[in-house]
C-alpha cells in the first residue's frame, strides 16, 4: 500500500520561492498547502492541515522578519532543519511584450525593495505591492494582463508560460534566504543527530547580564550564528532574545543550556536540528 503523500504548507502557490524549497528539500512527491499568508500557513500546521511548513524567517539583504519569529513562538512551532535559497527576482510579462509596454510591476514588497535600484532606470513603471511574487504571475497569465508586470522567480516564469523580460534584477546579486522547516511542537521528531539549535531566551533582569550570557556561551565554544531582540509584550522594558548556535560538541550546548537556566535565565528550545549553511 502506498504511503500518504507528505503535505507541506507553504506561503503563496506553485511557482513561489517557497514552493522552490519545498522541492528541494523534499521532492515532487508531497502535497502542497497553498497559503496566502504566513498566518495562514502556520493555522494550516496547528489544525493539522499540514504535516509540516516551510517558513522563511531572514533574508541576507532585508535581514530577520520579525512577525515570523513571533509566530513560530506563540505557535509552540519547533524548527526541525533549514534551507538557504538563492534568490534571484526576474521581471516576467506575457509573451511578446517589451520592457517599454510595462505600466506597472506588482510583486511582494521585499522583492519590490530587493529590485529598486533597476526600476530607478524605468520612471515609466509604477510598483505595487501584493501578496505574493508567482500570485502575480498566476494572475497576469490566467487574465491575459497586458501591460503588468511581476518579479518573481524563474520557475514561475515556467509555471504560468510568461516571457522574461529582464533576469537577475535584484540590486545585491548575491542574496539569500533562510527557510526553515517547521513542525507541531509535540510532533517534532527525535532527533538522531544535530550541530545547531534555536532558542528563546529571556535574561534574568540583572546588571550584565547579557555580557555573561555571551562570555558562558563563548567559553562552551558556542559559534552566535544569529542573534534578534523582541521586546516582551507584557513585561515593558524586557526583551526576549533569539539565538542560533552551532556547535561541534552537543555536550557543550546542553550544558550551557543547563548553567544559564540554573542562573534563573528563561529559555525556549525552538529547535534543535542539522546545520545546512
Not at 534568490?87 to 506597472?104: F, N, T, Y
Request: proline share 3%; charged share 25%.
Amino acid at each position: 500500500m502506498k504511503s500518504p503523500q507528505q503535505r507541506v504548507a507553504i506561503q503563496g502557490i506553485k511557482g513561489s520561492y517557497h514552493y522552490q524549497v519545498a522541492l528541494n528539500k523534499f521532492g515532487s512527491e508531497i502535497n502542497v498547502v497553498e497559503c496566502l499568508s504566513f498566518s495562514e500557513l502556520v493555522r494550516k500546521i496547528i489544525n493539522e492541515e499540514a504535516d509540516i511548513g516551510v517558513l522563511a524567517l531572514e533574508n541576507s539583504i532585508a535581514g530577520a522578519i520579525l512577525p515570523n519569529y513571533d509566530l513560530m513562538d506563540r505557535n509552540n512551532l519547533s524548527i526541525i532543519g533549514e534551507f538557504y535559497l538563492p534568490i534571484a527576482h526576474q521581471l516576467m510579462a506575457l509573451k511578446g511584450q517589451s520592457i517599454e509596454d510595462i505600466k506597472e510591476v506588482r510583486s511582494h514588497p521585499m522583492a519590490l525593495l530587493q529590485c529598486k535600484a533597476f526600476f530607478e532606470h524605468y520612471p515609466h513603471i509604477k510598483l505595487i505591492e501584493d501578496l505574493d511574487t508567482a500570485a502575480v504571475a498566476k494572475t497576469i497569465s490566467d487574465k491575459k494582463l497586458k501591460g503588468v508586470g511581476a518579479i518573481a522567480g524563474k520557475s514561475a516564469a515556467e509555471f504560468y508560460q510568461l516571457d522574461i523580460l529582464a533576469s537577475d534584477i535584484q540590486t545585491i546579486k548575491n542574496n539569500f534566504t533562510r527557510f526553515c522547516i517547521v513542525q507541531k511542537e509535540n510532533k517534532a521528531r527525535e532527533k538522531d543527530s544535530f550541530d545547531k539549535a534555536s532558542i528563546k531566551l529571556i535574561i534574568k533582569n540583572e546588571p550584565g547580564s547579557l555580557a555573561k550570557v555571551l562570555t558562558t556561551m563563548s567559553e562552551h565554544n558556542l559559534d552566535l550564528s544569529k542573534i534578534q531582540s523582541l521586546p516582551v509584550i507584557d513585561e515593558p522594558w524586557n526583551y526576549a532574545f533569539f539565538i542560533d548556535m552551532i556547535f561541534n560538541n552537543v555536550n557543550d550546548y546542553h550544558e550551557t543550556i543547563e548553567i544559564l537556566t540554573n542562573r534563573g535565565h528563561k529559555i525556549k528550545v525552538l529547535g534543535e536540528y542539522k546545520n545546512t549553511k
